[in-house]
Protein backbone atom coordinates (compact mmCIF):
# COMPACT_ATOMS: atom_id res chain seq x y z
CA UNK A 1 0.00 0.00 0.00
CA UNK A 2 1.41 3.76 -1.38
CA UNK A 3 0.06 6.86 0.45
CA UNK A 4 2.29 10.20 1.15
CA UNK A 5 5.73 7.91 -0.27
CA UNK A 6 5.01 5.14 3.10
CA UNK A 7 4.56 1.80 1.83
CA UNK A 8 2.79 -0.97 3.64
CA UNK A 9 3.05 -3.95 2.05
CA UNK A 10 3.28 -7.21 4.75
CA UNK A 11 0.96 -7.08 7.53
CA UNK A 12 1.67 -10.42 9.57
CA UNK A 13 -0.55 -11.56 12.25
CA UNK A 14 -1.05 -14.13 14.49
CA UNK A 15 -1.58 -17.03 12.45
CA UNK A 16 -0.24 -16.21 8.81
CA UNK A 17 0.52 -13.43 7.02
CA UNK A 18 -1.69 -10.75 4.68
CA UNK A 19 -0.23 -9.49 2.02
CA UNK A 20 -2.19 -6.69 0.44
CA UNK A 21 -2.10 -6.66 -3.69
CA UNK A 22 -3.68 -3.50 -5.47
CA UNK A 23 -3.46 -2.13 -9.11
CA UNK A 24 -2.92 1.30 -7.56
CA UNK A 25 -5.74 2.74 -9.59
CA UNK A 26 -8.83 1.21 -8.73
CA UNK A 27 -10.71 1.14 -5.65
CA UNK A 28 -12.35 -1.75 -3.93
CA UNK A 29 -16.24 -2.05 -3.11
CA UNK A 30 -17.06 -0.01 -0.01
CA UNK A 31 -18.33 -3.35 1.63
CA UNK A 32 -17.59 -4.63 5.56
CA UNK A 33 -14.60 -6.25 5.77
CA UNK A 34 -13.82 -10.01 7.62
CA UNK A 35 -11.86 -9.53 10.42
CA UNK A 36 -11.57 -11.05 14.17
CA UNK A 37 -12.11 -7.28 15.49
CA UNK A 38 -15.48 -7.42 13.88
CA UNK A 39 -16.48 -9.50 17.15
CA UNK A 40 -14.83 -7.18 19.70
CA UNK A 41 -12.50 -4.46 20.08
CA UNK A 42 -10.37 -2.81 17.14
CA UNK A 43 -8.24 -1.45 19.49
CA UNK A 44 -7.61 -2.99 23.12
CA UNK A 45 -7.76 -1.33 26.27
CA UNK A 46 -4.65 -0.94 27.35
CA UNK A 47 -3.44 -2.99 30.84
CA UNK A 48 -2.88 0.34 33.36
CA UNK A 49 -4.07 3.93 32.88
CA UNK A 50 -2.72 7.14 31.43
CA UNK A 51 -1.17 9.91 33.98
CA UNK A 52 -1.15 13.54 31.53
CA UNK A 53 1.05 16.19 32.40
CA UNK A 54 -0.08 19.88 31.07
CA UNK A 55 3.69 20.90 31.55
CA UNK A 56 5.01 18.56 28.99
CA UNK A 57 5.45 19.95 25.40
CA UNK A 58 5.18 16.23 24.07
CA UNK A 59 2.37 15.10 25.96
CA UNK A 60 -0.12 14.35 22.86
CA UNK A 61 2.62 12.35 21.45
CA UNK A 62 4.06 10.45 25.00
CA UNK A 63 0.49 9.76 25.58
CA UNK A 64 0.14 8.13 22.05
CA UNK A 65 2.95 5.96 21.87
CA UNK A 66 2.19 4.79 25.51
CA UNK A 67 -1.64 3.46 25.04
CA UNK A 68 -0.38 1.87 22.06
CA UNK A 69 2.67 0.07 23.91
CA UNK A 70 0.26 -0.73 26.94
CA UNK A 71 -2.49 -2.03 24.14
CA UNK A 72 -0.32 -3.95 22.10
CA UNK A 73 -0.72 -1.87 19.32
CA UNK A 74 1.97 -1.21 16.60
CA UNK A 75 2.23 2.40 15.96
CA UNK A 76 4.33 4.16 13.34
CA UNK A 77 3.40 7.79 13.05
CA UNK A 78 3.92 9.75 9.74
CA UNK A 79 6.61 12.23 9.63
CA UNK A 80 4.20 15.49 8.28
CA UNK A 81 1.91 13.75 11.46
CA UNK A 82 4.79 13.86 13.83
CA UNK A 83 5.55 17.22 13.34
CA UNK A 84 1.74 18.35 15.11
CA UNK A 85 2.65 16.01 17.42
CA UNK A 86 5.81 17.77 18.49
CA UNK A 87 3.75 21.05 19.04
CA UNK A 88 0.27 20.71 19.59
CA UNK A 89 -1.89 23.11 19.48
CA UNK A 90 -4.30 22.23 22.59
CA UNK A 91 -3.09 21.82 26.12
CA UNK A 92 -4.58 20.13 29.56
CA UNK A 93 -4.67 23.05 32.76
CA UNK A 94 -4.42 20.33 34.57
CA UNK A 95 -2.97 16.38 35.32
CA UNK A 96 -5.26 14.08 34.65
CA UNK A 97 -5.54 10.40 34.89
CA UNK A 98 -7.43 8.62 32.43
CA UNK A 99 -8.71 5.07 33.41
CA UNK A 100 -7.43 1.88 30.89
CA UNK A 101 -10.88 1.66 29.01
CA UNK A 102 -11.20 5.81 28.25
CA UNK A 103 -7.89 6.01 27.01
CA UNK A 104 -8.10 5.34 23.43
CA UNK A 105 -11.39 7.83 23.29
CA UNK A 106 -9.23 10.42 25.10
CA UNK A 107 -6.47 10.44 22.95
CA UNK A 108 -8.08 9.84 19.72
CA UNK A 109 -9.85 12.92 20.54
CA UNK A 110 -7.05 14.83 21.13
CA UNK A 111 -5.77 13.99 17.35
CA UNK A 112 -9.28 15.03 16.37
CA UNK A 113 -8.41 18.48 17.68
CA UNK A 114 -4.96 18.75 16.21
CA UNK A 115 -6.85 17.57 12.87
CA UNK A 116 -4.93 14.26 12.49
CA UNK A 117 -6.39 10.26 11.95
CA UNK A 118 -5.55 7.15 13.33
CA UNK A 119 -5.37 3.85 10.25
CA UNK A 120 -6.21 1.06 11.24
CA UNK A 121 -4.40 -2.00 8.91
CA UNK A 122 -5.48 -4.77 10.52
CA UNK A 123 -7.53 -6.26 13.40
CA UNK A 124 -5.58 -9.85 14.22
CA UNK A 125 -2.77 -9.68 16.28
CA UNK A 126 -0.58 -8.12 16.32
CA UNK A 127 -2.58 -4.89 15.63
CA UNK A 128 -1.07 -2.62 13.66
CA UNK A 129 -2.36 0.95 13.20
CA UNK A 130 -0.49 4.24 12.19
CA UNK A 131 -1.43 8.04 12.55
CA UNK A 132 -1.46 10.37 9.47
CA UNK A 133 -2.60 13.82 8.42
CA UNK A 134 -5.96 13.55 6.98
CA UNK A 135 -6.30 12.18 3.61
CA UNK A 136 -8.04 14.10 0.90
CA UNK A 137 -11.44 12.56 0.09
CA UNK A 138 -9.82 12.74 -3.90
CA UNK A 139 -6.97 10.37 -2.95
CA UNK A 140 -7.86 6.96 -4.72
CA UNK A 141 -6.55 5.59 -2.38
CA UNK A 142 -8.87 6.55 0.85
CA UNK A 143 -11.06 3.49 1.32
CA UNK A 144 -8.11 1.47 1.24
CA UNK A 145 -7.16 3.38 4.25
CA UNK A 146 -10.56 3.25 5.63
CA UNK A 147 -11.78 0.50 7.87
CA UNK A 148 -14.72 -0.66 6.30
CA UNK A 149 -17.47 -1.54 8.52
CA UNK A 150 -21.45 -2.16 8.09
CA UNK A 151 -24.40 -0.37 10.36
CA UNK A 152 -23.99 -3.79 13.08
CA UNK A 153 -20.30 -1.58 13.68
CA UNK A 154 -22.18 1.83 14.44
CA UNK A 155 -21.10 1.24 18.20
CA UNK A 156 -17.46 0.91 17.41
CA UNK A 157 -17.13 3.39 14.84
CA UNK A 158 -18.68 6.02 17.81
CA UNK A 159 -16.34 4.51 19.97
CA UNK A 160 -13.36 5.64 17.94
CA UNK A 161 -13.30 9.58 17.09
CA UNK A 162 -10.15 9.50 15.46
CA UNK A 163 -9.91 6.26 13.42
CA UNK A 164 -10.56 6.56 9.79
CA UNK A 165 -13.83 4.43 8.56
CA UNK A 166 -15.64 3.50 5.46
CA UNK A 167 -19.57 3.10 6.53
CA UNK A 168 -21.62 1.09 4.17
CA UNK A 169 -25.41 2.04 6.07
CA UNK A 170 -28.06 0.68 3.73
CA UNK A 171 -31.81 2.51 4.23
CA UNK A 172 -35.20 1.05 3.09
CA UNK A 173 -37.56 4.10 2.64
CA UNK A 174 -35.64 6.77 1.70
CA UNK A 175 -34.02 7.72 -1.55
CA UNK A 176 -29.98 7.29 -1.19
CA UNK A 177 -29.46 9.89 -4.17
CA UNK A 178 -31.59 12.57 -2.26
CA UNK A 179 -30.81 11.60 1.41
CA UNK A 180 -27.08 12.03 0.73
CA UNK A 181 -27.92 15.57 -1.55
CA UNK A 182 -30.01 16.86 1.22
CA UNK A 183 -27.94 16.70 4.16
CA UNK A 184 -24.46 17.73 2.40
CA UNK A 185 -26.59 21.02 2.61
CA UNK A 186 -26.04 20.84 6.05
CA UNK A 187 -22.73 20.22 6.42
CA UNK A 188 -19.07 21.48 5.51
CA UNK A 189 -17.10 20.30 3.17
CA UNK A 190 -14.73 18.99 5.55
CA UNK A 191 -17.73 17.34 7.66
CA UNK A 192 -16.57 13.54 6.23
CA UNK A 193 -14.56 12.17 3.84
CA UNK A 194 -17.23 11.20 1.63
CA UNK A 195 -20.78 10.82 1.61
CA UNK A 196 -21.85 9.05 -1.48
CA UNK A 197 -25.09 7.08 -2.47
CA UNK A 198 -25.15 3.56 -3.49
CA UNK A 199 -28.22 3.38 -5.48
CA UNK A 200 -28.41 -0.27 -6.54
CA UNK A 201 -27.24 -1.96 -3.06
CA UNK A 202 -30.36 1.08 -1.44
CA UNK A 203 -27.07 2.60 0.88
CA UNK A 204 -25.33 5.44 1.42
CA UNK A 205 -21.18 5.22 1.96
CA UNK A 206 -20.01 7.68 4.79
CA UNK A 207 -16.17 8.16 4.91
CA UNK A 208 -14.26 9.56 7.55
CA UNK A 209 -13.07 9.88 11.14
CA UNK A 210 -15.46 7.80 13.70
CA UNK A 211 -17.39 11.27 15.41
CA UNK A 212 -18.37 12.06 12.51
CA UNK A 213 -18.99 9.26 10.03
CA UNK A 214 -21.49 8.14 12.93
CA UNK A 215 -23.24 11.29 13.38
CA UNK A 216 -23.87 11.66 9.67
CA UNK A 217 -24.97 7.63 9.88
CA UNK A 218 -27.09 8.59 12.97
CA UNK A 219 -28.83 11.28 10.38
CA UNK A 220 -29.46 8.99 7.97
CA UNK A 221 -30.94 6.81 10.20
CA UNK A 222 -33.47 8.76 11.54
CA UNK A 223 -34.18 10.17 8.01
CA UNK A 224 -34.86 6.64 6.87
CA UNK A 225 -37.12 6.07 10.07
CA UNK A 226 -39.60 9.14 10.12
CA UNK A 227 -40.11 8.34 6.07
CA UNK A 228 -40.99 4.54 7.36
CA UNK A 229 -43.20 6.41 9.66
CA UNK A 230 -44.91 8.51 7.12
CA UNK A 231 -45.62 5.25 4.63
CA UNK A 232 -47.34 3.29 7.94
Known sequence: MQWEGI?????????????????????????P??????????????????????ESESMLHDALLRVAELSGVRLPVDHRAHAVLARPSQ???APLSVAPEDAWGLVESM?????????????AEPRLASVHLPPPCSDPQFRELAWRVGPESLDQVKAHPALLFQLTLPVEAVDPLMTVNSLRGLMSEAYVDSFLPAEEARAVCIGG??????????????ADSEKLDEER
Do not use: K, M
Open 33 to 54: RADPASEGELLPAPSEGLELDP
Open 111 to 123: LCAERLVLVLHNG
Open 7 to 31: QLELLTAEHGRLLWVHDGDSTPAPT
Open 91 to 93: RLT
Open 209 to 222: RGRNVYLVARAVQL
